[in-house]
């Protein structure tokens, strides 16, 4: 049967394929300061790739791909990481300052706390978990994450009250999955 184009599927984001040109030093860092596990690779003399998990549900959430040509830009945007917890950010924002990155911002958007920074090969990435609140986006504002997680807690819901569009993040939900669901029956 055929995909009708007036019903999208519901998609998730599925993984992320990067090429990089140092290829074992992007699998130390990947492996060593976010936990994956290799799941499947491939090597030489076809091209070395990585297939890497945190997540024993899904194969592969991140692929490296030995092939990026030296000195050149990258061309990701970002790429973002959802750690369970303000407790796992706090954590890593910590061990980044002895890892090889680069442009490490600590920021809360209201909706998450998020820790940006460029890889050892200047790809942008983030790390983030939801805080329990909505304010409209973009916004984004600098965090101390060497506070107490009570105090961050405390901070955040101080600002986020003072922002447009204000609202416990369930009630968000709600009505985001109401508007699709109109969307879905509207198309």
Same mark, same amino acid.
């Given at each position: 049967?055929? /995909?009708?184009?007036?019903? =999208?599927?519901?998609?998730?984001?599925?993984?992320?394929?990067?090429?990089?040109?140092? !290829?074992?030093?992007?699998?130390?860092?990947?492996?060593?300061? !976010? &936990?994956?596990?290799?799941?499947?690779g491939v090597k030489p003399p076809n091209e070395?790739?990585?297939?890497?998990?945190?997540?024993?549900?899904?194969?592969?959430?991140?692929?490296?791909?030995?092939?990026?040509?030296?000195?050149?830009?990258?061309?990701? #945007? #970002?790429?973002? !990481?959802?750690?369970? *917890?303000?407790? +796992?950010?706090?954590?890593?924002?910590?061990? $980044?300052?002895?890892? =090889?990155?680069?442009?490490?911002?600590? /920021?809360?958007?209201?909706?998450?706390?998020?820790?940006?920074?460029?890889?050892?090969? &200047?790809?942008?990435?983030?790390? !983030?978990?939801?805080?329990?609140?909505?304010?409209? #986006?973009?916004? +984004?504002? *600098?965090?101390?994450?060497?506070?107490?997680?009570?105090?961050?807690?405390?901070?955040?819901?101080? /600002?986020?009250?003072? $922002?447009?569009?204000?609202? =416990? /993040?369930?009630?968000?939900? @709600?009505?985001?999955?109401?508007?699709?669901?109109?969307?879905?029956? @509207? #198309?």
């Amino acid at each position: 049967m055929a /995909l009708s184009t007036r019903s =999208p599927p519901t998609v998730q984001l599925g993984h992320v394929g990067i090429f990089v040109g140092n !290829f074992d030093v992007m699998l130390d860092f990947y492996t060593r300061v !976010f &936990g994956f596990i290799i799941t499947d690779g491939v090597k030489p003399p076809n091209e070395r790739a990585a297939f890497l998990t945190g997540d024993p549900d899904h194969h592969h959430q991140l692929v490296l791909v030995d092939g990026r040509a030296e000195r050149t830009d990258s061309v990701v #945007q #970002q790429i973002s !990481f959802r750690l369970p *917890s303000l407790g +796992a950010i706090r954590r890593l924002h910590a061990a $980044l300052q002895n890892e =090889p990155v680069s442009k490490i911002r600590p /920021l809360t958007h209201g909706t998450s706390w998020s820790v940006y920074f460029h890889d050892p090969e &200047g790809n942008r990435v983030e790390a !983030f978990t939801e805080t329990p609140w909505y304010v409209t #986006q973009p916004f +984004a504002s *600098s965090i101390d994450y060497s506070k107490a997680e009570d105090v961050i807690y405390a901070e955040t819901l101080r /600002l986020c009250k003072t $922002l447009a569009g204000f609202k =416990p /993040l369930e009630d968000w939900k @709600r009505e985001a999955a109401s508007s699709l669901k109109k969307e879905l029956k @509207r #198309q």
